[in-house]
């Protein structure tokens, strides 16, 4: 299969521990995405990479939140001293290079997902 | 900062009716996408609007976009069960490539 994979998909975890999920965009797509989302609610933007670098990263992302992609392959997104609150989906998304300027869809392609339960 | 609304938030429709789920957004944009997303399920891509006037069919689904009513609609024609899901739209910005998703449109349709 090579479509956007996640892992774990599932983590139950205690307040206050932390928490890493990893994201394998497609192959050869250069940008990956990052969204929340909660029960009832539409997927919320966190933050996103071109390649290895981070170019945006949404106020709903605090300082116990970090993502990295080291060599602009997969992505990692931690959570640290985990809150109830932080409970969701992090879905995570990957889209093509541009081949013609201005001709692009940046159409995202979504993974599974990775659900998690903050006790 | 751009609002993505969608109505109605719920529809429940009996098999072989037509609806009409409405997308709209407070900015300009000419990149309009549509989602669908089963239970517990990620998202699966079903349209990429990106020009004022786009129309995309497929099977029992169209959409449309009017980038100057800033407005798009998902057309379901003849429903059955299995289009039974919720239904996202998001809006992409210039300058930026992250969506903005609108509320979603959890749609039931009755045998």
């Known amino acids: 299969d090579t479509g956007v994979s996640q892992d774990p998909r599932h983590k139950i975890t205690k307040r206050g521990q932390n928490v890493t999920f990893r994201c394998d965009p497609i192959?050869?797509?250069?940008?990956l995405y990052w969204y929340r989302q909660t029960l009832g609610q539409g997927p919320e933007f966190l933050t996103y990479?071109?390649?290895?670098?981070?170019?945006?990263k949404s106020r709903l992302l605090s300082d116990r939140f970090s993502a990295e992609r080291p060599k602009g392959s997969f992505s990692t997104l931690e959570i640290q001293r985990t809150e109830q609150g932080d409970s969701a989906m992090y879905l995570c998304?990957?889209?093509?290079?541009?081949?013609?300027?201005?001709?692009?869809?940046?159409?995202?392609?979504f993974g599974p997902g990775t659900r998690l339960t903050v006790l | 900062e751009l609002k993505v609304e969608q109505n109605p938030l719920f529809l429940s429709m009996q098999e072989g009716k037509n609806y009409t789920i409405y997308c709209n957004y407070s900015?300009?944009?000419?990149?309009l996408y549509w989602y669908r997303q089963d239970p517990g399920k990620s998202l699966e891509s079903l349209f990429v609007?990106?020009?004022?006037?786009a129309v995309k069919q497929e099977g029992r689904l169209m959409a449309s976009l009017d980038t100057k009513a800033r407005l798009s609609t998902l057309h379901i024609t003849a429903a059955v069960h299995d289009l039974s899901a919720t239904y996202f739209c998001?809006?992409?910005?210039?300058?930026?490539?992250?969506?903005?998703f609108g509320t979603g449109t959890r749609l039931k349709v009755l045998a």
């Open positions: 609007l990106l020009s004022n006037g």
């Open positions: 192959s050869e797509h250069n940008r």
């Open positions: 998304a990957s889209s093509p290079k541009l081949t013609r300027p201005g001709l692009a869809s940046n159409e995202q392609f």
């Open positions: 990479f071109q390649n290895e670098a981070q170019l945006e």
């Open positions: 998001a809006v992409i910005t210039s300058g930026t490539y992250k969506y903005i």
């Open positions: 900015t300009t944009s000419d990149r």
